[in-house]
């Protein structure tokens, strides 16, 4: 009878514990203010839009997010429960910077995936360089004051009176992909030297940064530099080299950084903080040789994985059947697109869990 008992209780426990709710996440969605934005916005508007993804309290209903029309979704990104109230506790905080005409919500795979995970992520559409907007030769040339965005959300978000008692802002992680990795080290304290971009874009012009984006196809090298020169821009431009820090950030997550050949060695080995890069060994866009290498090189404390076959876009959202056939490039991967994911969550988790905990 003891061992019946015993046979019992553990089964008993294994039902209680497949009954408990998985965690929820929630979404709202938050408008910032920098004046800058008023610069790189179509227009002229200093606002900046952002999206937080957060534990919600359980049971919380979740509806699919997507990108594309109503009823013919071409990206999908998981689940969230629009509005739901926010789990008890105090959680810590990741800013995300999404990549070149790219936007929050297109990264929201792995916005919901931290949030699930037990951190608030809020993730910005940077003015004039988003997939939403317009996209606009300033939103693309002053790449430096995306780092304003980020800190302006989390202004915002300290002052809202629903998110701010659930974050610990003193618990601060960065995330960057592609231009957002640029962003992202720019923001942990990063000076960027455009000169220098300028001067390897000339020499290498065939790389894939310096490249015409295919976000912004007609924007060459040329007419960044003609239009870096203009009354408008100039005055911006001279501040590129600022220290655009945000204090108190602990741990720095990038995929598939671009634009690092903007940074001196030297200011990418000053950085105290750990970093952890997470790249594709077929990406032409950001090549690992001249980015993610760059900065494991000249960071000790820097971590890199390379994966095999996955290239530029792999990190993007999931495309629909109709995404494939309308989107193109965006969707066309020869790895696992969700391991992919998989992989960049878990070394993020490792690396946030370690810092941030």
């Not at 999206?51 to 999908?76: D, V």
């Not at 007609?218 to 590129?240: D, F, G, N, Q």
Request: net charge neutral; glycine share 8%; with cysteine.
């Amino acid at each position: 009878m003891p061992h019946a008992f015993v046979l019992l209780s553990c089964l008993f426990a294994s039902l209680a514990g497949a009954a408990q709710p998985s965690p929820a996440v929630g979404e709202t969605h938050g408008v910032a203010h920098t004046a800058s934005a008023a610069v790189r916005d179509a227009g002229r508007s200093d606002r900046v839009r952002y999206t937080a993804w957060y534990p919600a309290q359980p049971r919380a209903k979740e509806q699919p997010l997507a990108i594309g029309p109503p009823g013919a979704p071409l990206f999908e990104e998981g689940s969230s429960a629009v509005e739901a109230p926010v789990a008890p506790g105090r959680w810590p905080l990741l800013l995300m910077s999404h990549g070149n005409g790219g936007s929050a919500r297109m990264m929201g795979w792995f916005g919901t995936a931290l949030a699930r995970a037990g951190y608030v992520v809020v993730a910005v559409d940077h003015p004039g360089n988003n997939g939403v907007d317009p996209m606009t030769d300033a939103g693309s040339i002053l790449m430096w004051n995306r780092a304003d965005d980020i800190a302006a959300a989390l202004a915002s978000v300290q002052a809202d009176p629903v998110l701010s008692p659930h974050v610990d802002a003193g618990r601060l992680g960065l995330v960057g992909y592609s231009a957002g990795g640029f962003t992202a080290l720019v923001a942990a304290g990063a000076r960027p030297d455009m000169s220098r971009l300028i001067a390897f874009c000339q020499s290498s012009p065939k790389d894939g940064v310096c490249m015409p984006q295919a976000e912004n196809p007609e924007l060459t090298l040329e007419r960044r530099m003609a239009a870096a020169a203009t009354p408008e821009l100039a005055p911006w431009v001279a501040k590129a080299t600022e220290d655009r820090r945000i204090p108190n950030v602990r741990a720095v997550f990038l995929m598939a950084p671009a634009i690092v050949q903007a940074f001196e060695p030297g200011e990418l080995g000053r950085l105290e903080v750990p970093l952890s890069v997470v790249v594709g060994e077929a990406d032409k866009v950001a090549s690992p040789a001249t980015n993610s290498k760059v900065i494991a090189e000249a960071n000790g404390k820097a971590r890199l994985q390379v994966l095999p076959l996955v290239g530029h876009y792999d990190f993007l959202a999931d495309c629909t059947a109709l995404g494939r056939e309308r989107v193109g490039s965006l969707c066309q991967v020869a790895a696992d697109k969700s391991a992919t994911h998989q992989a960049a969550i878990q070394q993020a988790r490792v690396l946030f869990d370690s810092a941030l905990r």
